[in-house]
């Protein structure tokens, strides 16, 4: 009887064998035979673009087993990810730069990534870094700059302003005007009492505004809940769409 169990377990191995040289499964553990392939293949329409601009990424996927079944994980070290599956819309920092953007494709067993690297060009913009704090014993701060436009590219003109909560312990509301038009109305910024300092980066369309070459009187304005010395900084201003200068009025 003993020797019928050991001739069943080495036929049982045998086809087990068999099947792997037929299905090209790892010799060396017959049993794992569930192991799926999987290849991930990233390409974009464009490898240089301006800040402010996109690109869509698409990533060719090649898996033996059922698609459905594959997780999307899409990063980038600057700039954003729109949209979700093998393709998406890159759009690019406002700082000009080389970024790596990594896609990683898993079944929950088998896992495959791959990159690629985009590089973005200062392009049609008017950039100010100013690296300003907002100054003043008053409830209401301002920055003023004086904005020179000397050639408008796109027809959607959007500015991007990124700031800083430095030293706050409250939040804040920003306004921004464009030669006395609002562009941006109270918009509450900041925490109540931050663990660690907090970039606040957003843009707007100022399109409705400026519409042709001119000069132009852009004022950021802080509504601020406590005065305090150094604690809103404003770290660059872009234009995106336009060439020409701009200069702080102080």
Same mark, same amino acid.
């Given at each position: 009887?003993? $020797?019928?169990?050991?001739?069943?377990?080495?036929?049982?191995?045998?086809?087990?064998?068999?099947?792997?040289?037929?299905?090209?499964? %790892?010799?060396?553990?017959?049993?794992?035979? %569930?192991? &799926?392939?999987?290849? !991930?293949?990233?390409?974009?329409?464009?490898?240089?673009? @301006?800040?402010? %601009?996109?690109?869509?990424?698409?990533?060719? #996927?090649?898996?033996?087993?059922?698609? %459905?079944?594959?997780?999307?994980?899409?990063?980038?070290?600057?700039?954003?990810?729109?949209? &979700? =599956?093998?393709?998406?819309?890159?759009?690019?920092?406002?700082?000009?730069?080389?970024?790596?953007?990594?896609?990683?494709?898993?079944?929950?067993? !088998?896992?495959?990534?791959?990159?690629?690297?985009?590089?973005?060009?200062? =392009?049609?913009?008017?950039?100010?870094?100013?690296?300003?704090?907002?100054?003043? $014993?008053?409830?209401?701060?301002?920055?003023?700059?004086?904005?020179?436009?000397?050639?408008?590219?796109?027809?959607?003109?959007? *500015?991007?302003?990124?700031?800083?909560?430095?030293?706050?312990?409250?939040?804040?509301?920003?306004?921004?005007?464009? @030669?006395?038009?609002?562009?941006?109305? @109270?918009?509450?910024?900041? &925490?109540?009492?931050?663990?660690?300092?907090? /970039?606040?980066?957003? &843009?707007?369309?100022?399109?409705?505004?400026?519409?042709? /070459? =001119?000069?132009?009187?852009?004022? *950021?304005?802080?509504?601020?809940?406590?005065?305090?010395?150094?604690?809103?900084?404003?770290?660059?201003?872009?234009? #995106?769409?336009?060439?020409?200068?701009?200069?702080?009025?102080?």
């Amino acid at each position: 009887m003993k $020797n019928r169990y050991i001739q069943i377990h080495i036929l049982l191995i045998s086809c087990l064998i068999s099947l792997c040289v037929l299905t090209g499964c %790892d010799i060396n553990d017959p049993l794992s035979l %569930d192991s &799926e392939m999987l290849d !991930v293949d990233l390409a974009s329409a464009s490898n240089s673009i @301006n800040i402010g %601009d996109t690109t869509t990424i698409s990533a060719t #996927i090649t898996y033996s087993g059922n698609a %459905d079944v594959l997780v999307y994980r899409w990063s980038t070290s600057g700039g954003r990810i729109s949209g &979700e =599956g093998a393709n998406v819309v890159y759009i690019a920092p406002e700082t000009e730069g080389s970024y790596t953007i990594t896609l990683e494709v898993s079944d929950g067993t !088998v896992t495959e990534k791959d990159e690629l690297r985009i590089t973005v060009n200062i =392009g049609h913009a008017i950039v100010a870094t100013p690296n300003r704090y907002w100054q003043g $014993n008053s409830f209401t701060q301002s920055l003023t700059f004086q904005l020179n436009v000397q050639q408008v590219i796109q027809n959607n003109l959007r *500015l991007r302003y990124d700031i800083l909560q430095d030293t706050a312990r409250t939040g804040a509301f920003l306004s921004i005007s464009i @030669n006395g038009a609002s562009v941006v109305r @109270n918009r509450a910024i900041g &925490e109540v009492q931050p663990l660690e300092m907090i /970039p606040i980066a957003d &843009e707007v369309d100022v399109s409705s505004v400026i519409r042709e /070459p =001119g000069n132009y009187e852009l004022s *950021l304005t802080l509504e601020v809940v406590s005065v305090m010395q150094d604690a809103w900084l404003l770290r660059k201003l872009t234009l #995106i769409g336009a060439e020409g200068t701009i200069t702080e009025i102080q």
